[in-house]
């Protein structure tokens, strides 16, 4: 039997990175690990990535860049179910692919205690900012402070994401209506003073 030679290219390897990822997390990653699965040695790898760091952000950044194009394909026009669509589509794509989500949050999106803030992460909370930002300028929130309350929202529908990722035992209609529960929650408090 004649062995097969793959031709390795940054893709392959991003691919094969992306797959242990989902199956084992970032601590099940290794380059050694990784040449194994692709049959080659770990020297090799390194025409492609430089260490362990650089392909996990790669990772990262590709799954950053698909929650963007999630946000991106959200379709509504009106102020507040735009942002009721974002935050969804943010729940799904965590529920989608659990153990990439756990890397996205790896790096943050705006400077903490020791980190930078990671430009995927940033472009992707500031498409979500923009759109609060938008609501509040058509007069569709009543708040002062946008970035407080692009803060609030993220916060709350990252927390119920989480929840869900927990494994608590809810189907996909208490799932939902908890989904629910939180944005209509976060959206009363940020209207309310149009109401008064």
Not at 68 to 94: G, K, N, Q, S, T
């Amino acid at each position: 039997m004649t062995a097969v030679t793959v031709a390795l290219s940054r893709e392959l390897v991003l691919d094969a990175a992306r797959a242990r990822l989902q199956r084992g997390g970032a601590d099940d990653l290794s380059l050694r690990g990784l040449a194994r699965d692709l049959g080659v040695t770990p020297p090799a790898l390194y025409a492609y990535v430089d260490h362990k760091q650089d392909l996990l952000a790669a990772v990262a950044t590709e799954h950053f860049d698909r929650l963007l194009a999630r946000f991106d394909a959200v379709a509504a026009d009106d102020p507040l179910d735009r942002i009721r669509a974002l935050a969804r589509a943010y729940v799904d794509h965590a529920l989608q692919s659990p153990a990439l989500f756990r890397l996205m949050f790896r790096y943050p999106p705006a400077p903490t205690a020791g980190a930078a803030a990671f430009p995927p992460a940033a472009r992707a909370f500031d498409a979500a900012a923009a759109t609060i930002a938008a609501a509040a300028a058509a007069g569709a929130l009543a708040v002062d402070d946008v970035g407080l309350a692009s803060m609030t929202m993220w916060a709350a529908v990252h927390g119920v994401t989480e929840v869900l990722l927990m494994g608590f035992a809810f189907d996909e209609d208490g799932a939902d209506a908890l989904v629910t529960s939180v944005i209509e929650t976060v959206l009363a408090g940020q209207t309310r003073a149009l109401a008064s």
